[in-house]
């Protein structure tokens, strides 16, 4: 092993959450659609061996496949190491139900430590939430059963649904774009949202790192993740696709890297842009959203 990979990962806290949180995370995506199950047992695996020890999927990612490989990794004592995260798309409580039931066979657990409201975009799914019977009182009368720990909530897109959800919900956590992509397209959760769940004590965890994989076209990945481990979050969620990546992002992490320069960060813009103009099979084209608000200059 080389010295920086031997290296301790750098935590921070995890909100109000008692866990001292790895700097960076492992998603739950890439590995669980482009990997063999034994490649993607050791690519999680040896993120845990060098110091990862917060992991979030969904209940739809790989349409099951992450939750069931990891559940698979997690064997042999590598659960009681790790912040386990999933997250439901559900709105309703009896199809929230249904999917946490799942999760927690796929991942072989007892118990999840975050379950996410995941992707919560738009005034109908705010209104479907808060109504009587929604997936709320799914993942309260999981908490109550000690199935699940904590609550929070995730959108990728349309940040006043996500702020008045913080605002009114008592989360235990966020999940929020904080890469550079968001910055290039003008439409930063990082400066609207994040500081509303700090007023209200939720950990903060941030996603679109590498956005959605597309930091492969670019000229290096270490500047797109210096950039979000300098904003004020818990923990970069990260994909990855093997175990060379998984290590590039944990040399970068125990580094100590250096905040990007305010021309630095600058000069990363153009670039964002142009990498994320198209998307390959099975990537995920989150920015639309923001051409189609009008905020984000033309690409």
């Known amino acids: 092993m080389d010295d920086i990979l031997s290296r301790p990962m750098p935590t921070r806290p995890l909100g109000r959450i008692p866990w001292q949180a790895s700097v960076v995370g492992l998603g739950g995506v890439k590995w669980d659609t482009q990997l063999s199950e034994e490649g993607a047992t050791a690519l999680i695996r040896r993120a845990i061996d060098l110091g990862v020890n917060v992991i979030d999927t969904a209940f739809n990612y790989g349409g099951g496949e992450s939750e069931r490989r990891m559940g698979v990794a997690l064997q042999e004592g590598y659960r009681d190491r790790v912040f386990l995260c999933t997250k439901t798309m559900k709105r309703d409580r009896d199809n929230a139900l249904r999917d946490i039931e799942t999760s927690l066979a796929r991942l072989r657990t007892g118990t999840l430590d975050l379950v996410h409201v995941h992707g919560v975009d738009t005034e109908e799914e705010y209104q479907r939430i808060m109504a009587p019977d929604s997936v709320l009182q799914a993942i309260g009368e999981m908490r109550d059963a000690g199935h699940i720990r904590y ?120 670039e964002a842009l142009e990498i994320t103009k198209s998307w390959d099979d099975l990537e995920f084209g989150w920015v639309s959203h923001y051409v189609e608000v009008g905020e984000a200059p033309p690409v």
């Open 151 to 270: 609550m929070g909530v995730s959108g990728h897109w349309v940040r006043h649904v996500l702020a008045r959800l913080v605002r009114e919900v008592a989360f235990d956590a966020v999940l929020l774009p904080a890469g550079v992509f968001n910055l290039a397209y003008r439409y930063s959760f990082v400066d609207s949202v994040l500081p509303i769940a700090r007023e209200r004590g939720m950990a903060v965890l941030g996603m679109k790192v590498f956005g959605a994989g597309r930091v492969k076209h670019a000229a290096a990945m270490e500047p797109y993740l210096r950039y979000s481990l300098q904003q004020d979050i818990d923990c970069a969620i990260v994909g990855a696709d093997s175990i060379a990546q998984v290590e590039e992002t944990i040399r970068v992490a125990k580094s100590d890297p250096a905040p990007l320069a305010p021309a630095e960060v600058e000069a990363l813009l153009p």
